[in-house]
Nanobody
Framework: QVQLQESGPGLVKPSQTLSLTCTVS??????????WSWIRQPPGKELEWMGL???????YYSPSLKSRTSISRDTSKNQFSLQLSNVTPEDTAVYYC????????????????WGRGAQVTVFS
């Protein structure tokens, strides 16, 4: 099973861009049939799938966040990253990176490897 670790700033100002990186160990992000997602949980709310990058570099985004979200990868570092632009206080959440071996999916219940989560707070 792969291990994942989120990193990035814990505080972001409104209208700025939130940037997080997920470092993967125990497996390669280019391994066939793996999907690598970003998922968040605002305080008091359920988990929300944001988007993913598949093993072949294909990206998929939640329709509600697509206009503000970008997911990319650095295969030389075995990392994938999230950028969320024009943030507001409603983007305050714990952000998780997660992986599954299988077809790309927006169902958070299908992910079996998770990072510990990174708290990101948006405030001015």
């Amino acid at each position: 099973q792969v291990q994942l670790q989120e990193s990035g700033p814990g505080l972001v100002k409104p209208s700025q861009t939130l940037s997080l990186t997920c470092t993967v160990s125990g497996g390669s992000i280019t391994t066939s049939a793996y999907a690598w997602s970003w998922i968040r949980q605002p305080p008091g709310k359920e988990l929300e799938w944001m988007g993913l990058i598949a093993y072949d570099g294909t990206t998929y985004y939640s329709p509600s966040l697509k206009s503000r979200t970008s997911i990319s990868r650095d295969t030389s570092k075995n990392q994938f990253s999230l950028q969320l632009s024009n943030v507001t206080p409603e983007d305050t959440a714990v952000y998780y990176c997660a992986a599954r071996e299988g077809p790309s999916s927006e169902d958070v219940g299908r992910y079996d490897s998770w990072g510990r989560g990174a708290q990101v707070t948006v405030f001015s």
